[in-house]
């Protein structure tokens, strides 16, 4: 069974920065998109920012643009979120997804793997 593990998630301030790191050991990584999506209480899981397998092709939800950045390290098997000028609305469980298509998008239905989330908090 492949895992995703996500780590990097915490307490910070408003302004403050985070950077999410997710391991893919047991994923074929460097051939497969891979995304963040987040998610609210009581919301459905929401995109944020995705990564195609070389790294040629990103995109970002409105809210991420300019404030996160995503990046890979494919000798690693690893994806990063680097998040900047945090808001408290940024406020919800992080998750690393790993897509089951060749290109990079903002759908759920196109992730087929996924980590087990990690919690980000904003606040002061």
Do not use: H
């Amino acid at each position: 069974q492949v895992q995703l593990v996500e780590s990097g998630g915490g307490l910070v301030q408003p302004g403050g920065s985070l950077r999410l790191s997710c391991a893919a050991p047991g994923l074929t990584f460097n051939r497969l998109p891979m995304g963040w999506f987040r998610q609210f209480p009581g919301k459905e899981r929401e995109f944020v920012a995705a990564i195609s397998w070389t790294g040629g092709n990103i995109i970002y939800a409105d809210p991420a643009k300019g404030r996160f950045s995503i990046s890979r390290d494919n000798a690693k098997n690893t994806v990063y979120l680097q998040m900047n000028s945090l808001k408290p609305d940024d406020t919800a469980v992080y998750y690393c997804a790993g897509g089951r298509f060749l290109a990079a998008t903002s759908r759920v239905s196109d992730y087929g793997y996924w980590g087990q989330g990690t919690q980000v908090t904003v606040s002061s």
